[in-house]
């Protein structure tokens, strides 16, 4: 590490005090750049003296592994531009400032315009994505890469704030251990050897990978062995799929946005087309392709992204919303997710969804809304009486909505063929495709808006006191997030469009549901078998398309190992689980130490941590989880600078420019290096992200 970032790390004033506030980011992802940005706004409040911050990260600062620039530019987001913000909005619930800005579509309509400029996207270099930031438009889906230019504007937009004699610098290398020193500050140890003194650590978890364990750990074996072919859960943009032949069958267990991100990378990724012929999607494969035998529990895809827009009344939580999810916890103590908060859910989502059917689309139903809604007060949802309203009242099937159907379509259906199972899995996806994307089934956007305030309700109780610790984690934590992303996060519409294509191509073929797999040592095969279809299919390869689950005990992260193994953190325990979280206090993300008490130096966020998580960007306008993390964790950070600050007596001194610049440059040389994105480079990598 050169000298002079040594120095930038820890600013010393004239008499031994330190001059400026040191913070090192264990990653760089979009929760550090949020925290960053909450951090600089609530500055002046709390303690408006200079901030040094360290985002030590191999991946770009803002984006991270997940949505950096450097992957695929076939794949997308799964959500809509408008729906994508970084910005505090008035909804916000926050004890800080609010700071508004636009959403990733009135961005890319700013940056059209000439309003927002030097953003990096050179046409004749990369033309793609110059086209795609030139037609984005509010119900597009974006590119990760074109994401990634928002993030990154995001974070820069936010840096620009930081008070006199601040600075960001971001360092393209990993932590693998962080220390306590005799005074109580931290000592950061880099992969690359460098180490960093610093006030406070933010461990920031965003995906960690993990060892292969159980089963994936066998089949790894077993292939090896055999020289058969495994890919275990992994990220499917990092994964090499190089080993997986054209016309190779191959068994796909999982049905989710990692399986849809696998067959994009298989298909379009190998110089396959879709074209639009007579107006359906056709696909024409390329000849690399190998042939993907797909299946899961439920045994289809993730249902499509809903384009929509409500028509009926405005809707209104009647029987589920944040003060119910209280009250019902207050007074519940065993609180159990399917005896005490599920049948509350089931009913606001129904709410939802017809409220909007009668009033939305009175030609489709018999009676009116406030007789159904009687009904919705007072019946058993799985009482006849109830059956027979819904009966008389919605006289088409498809019109009416069955929550366990709805959960497991497949479930109890079995087909004498493959080939009828084919064909039952394309109409059921080119159904959820009308249901989704045609604006006469409004009724759909109001089952996702039902399930997402439900969600967010039932989040604002998730470390409530009274919890059954069995039931948070197996119903509440795992079954019910599944079945909100099953339902609420699934794929673009195009996505499952293109699905189809590739069945009627015969690049795909479905399993079925409660697909299960087993090897056969005798011919080092694989074996799957469904609940759906008679048979089984051999190949020699599987792969499992799903995201590795958060594992402490087998996680490959370094500096993770570290903070457990040297006690600073510890796993979260409810009663006989261990989650595979990080333990964090739920009222500021300190990190709780393995003998108990909070560690006064160190903090977590994110999705690896014990504090319900807001995901890494967020809707706007409706009072977002993750503004709100960000916000309280940036202002205890920021609180406990000060005392640090106090404890220590540290007289008032501003540095002196050149105490701060260490690289001996002027205010405007790093305004010309800020602004056209040539960040200053000292020895040992790290890079300045704003002038001083």
Known sequence: MSGSTRRAARLVDHDGHLASRCITFVGAGPRTAGIVERLIANQAEIDDRPLILHLIDPYPPGAGRIWRDSQSGLLTL??????????????????????????????????????????????????????????????????????????????????????????????????????????GAQIVTLAGGDQLTTDLVIYSFGHLGSELTGEARYFTDFAAFKGSKYLGPSYTADADLGAFEPGEEVIVRGLGLAAVDLLVLLSEGRGGKFLREDGRLVYHPSGH??????????????????????????????????????????????????????????????????????????????????????????????????????ERAVPDPLDRLDMALLDRPLAGVQFDTAEE??????????????????????????????????????????????????????????????????????????????????????????????????????????????????????????????????????????????????GAGRQQQLG????????????????????????????????????????????????ALAFREWDSVARAVLTELRNIREAAGTPEHQPEPDDVNSNESTEEEFSSAFDSAAYYSPDDGAQDLVRS
């Open 421 to 566: 199972l084919q064909q039952w899995t394309r109409c059921y996806i080119a159904h959820n495709l009308e249901r989704s994307t045609n604006s006469r089934y409004s009724e759909m956007q109001a089952l996702f808006n039902g399930i997402l305030f439900a969600f967010l309700a039932a989040s604002e109780i998730s470390t409530h006191r009274n919890w059954d610790d069995t039931s948070f984690v197996r119903e509440y934590q795992r079954r019910w997030y599944k079945f909100f992303s099953y339902i609420a996060s699934g794929p673009p519409p195009n996505r499952l469009e293109q699905i189809n294509a590739l069945s009627e191509a015969g690049i795909i073929e479905f399993l079925g549901a409660g697909l299960l797999v087993h090897t056969d040592n005798s011919t080092g095969e694989f074996v799957a078998k469904s609940a759906s279809i008679p048979g089984e299919r051999r190949t020699r390869a599987l792969i499992d398309a799903w995201l590795p689950e958060a594992s402490i005990e087998h996680t490959d992260s370094a500096v993770l190992r570290d903070l457990i193994e040297s």
């Open 78 to 183: 799964n959500s809509m531009a408008c729906d994508i913000t970084m910005f505090t909005d008035s909804s916000c619930t926050i004890e800080g400032p609010i700071s508004p800005g636009p959403t990733l579509d009135e961005w890319a309509i700013e940056v059209r315009e000439g309003r927002i400029r030097d953003i990096d996207i050179d046409p004749r270099a990369d033309p793609e994505l110059a086209q795609e930031i030139n037609t984005l438009g509010p119900a597009s889906f974006p590119t990760r890469r074109l994401h990634e230019r928002y993030m990154t504007w995001f974070l820069e937009q936010a840096v620009d704030g930081l008070s006199p004699g601040s600075k960001v610098m971001w360092h393209r290398d990993e932590v693998v251990s962080v220390a306590d020193d005799n005074t």
């Open 289 to 390: 392709e190998p042939r993907l035998l797909l299946g899961s529990r439920r045994g289809v895809p993730y249902r499509s992204k809903v384009s929509s827009t409500p028509r009926g009344d405005t809707y209104v939580p009647r029987y589920f919303n944040a003060e119910i999810a209280k009250q019902i916890a207050d007074n519940t103590p065993g609180l159990d997710f399917s005896d005490h908060l599920y049948p509350h859910i089931r009913r606001e989502i129904l709410h939802a969804y017809y409220l909007e059917l009668f009033t939305g689309s009175p030609d489709r139903v018999a009676l009116t809304w406030h007789k159904f809604r009687a009904g919705l007060d007072e019946l058993d949802l799985d009482g006849e009486e109830y059956a027979d309203l819904v």
């Open 576 to 623: 006989p689980i261990a989650t595979g979280f990080v333990d964090v206090r739920q009222s500021d993300a300190r990190l709780i130490r393995a003998g108990g008490g909070v560690h006064p130096r160190r903090f977590g966020v994110g999705s690896g941590t014990s504090r319900p998580n807001g995901g890494a960007f967020s809707r706007p306008n409706i009072n």
